[in-house]
């Protein structure tokens, strides 16, 4: 089992970002999946959800109207779009794969910086 984030970096704030996360080796059409993120000196928290089909997403209050999370179940893709950044969205980006059953799978991580 993998999932492979991408598309962290630097940007200044009010800029955007992509990531990615690229998933294999287990049925990517049977989990749902999510972000989550990790800033210096706090707890992981949820940033978005996604539902296994790509019917229901779900966001942190502080990144909804910013956000969007999609998904491609024949490429084994989940991206976030991320708009309007700010200094404190600063954190290390994880994906993380769920199923019904308690099946839970993590990637490791891509850094987004904001800061000008």
């Known amino acids: 089992v993998q999932l492979v984030e991408s598309g962290g970096g630097l940007v200044q704030p009010g800029g955007s970002l992509r990531l990615s996360c690229a998933a294999s080796?287990?049925?990517?059409?049977?989990?749902?999946m999510s972000w989550y993120r990790q800033a210096p000196g706090k707890e992981r928290e949820l940033v978005a959800l996604?539902?296994?089909?790509?019917?229901?997403?779900n966001y942190a209050d502080s990144v909804k109207g910013r956000c969007t999370i999609s998904r491609d179940n024949s490429k084994n893709t989940v991206t976030l779009q991320m708009n309007i950044l700010k200094p404190e969205d600063t954190a290390v980006y994880y994906c993380?794969?769920?199923?019904?059953?308690?099946?839970?799978?993590w990637g490791n991580g891509t850094l987004v910086t904001v800061s000008s």
């Open positions: 993380r794969a769920q199923n019904r059953y308690g099946m839970s799978y």
């Open positions: 080796g287990f049925t990517f059409s049977n989990y749902f």
């Open positions: 996604i539902s296994s089909a790509g019917g229901s997403t």
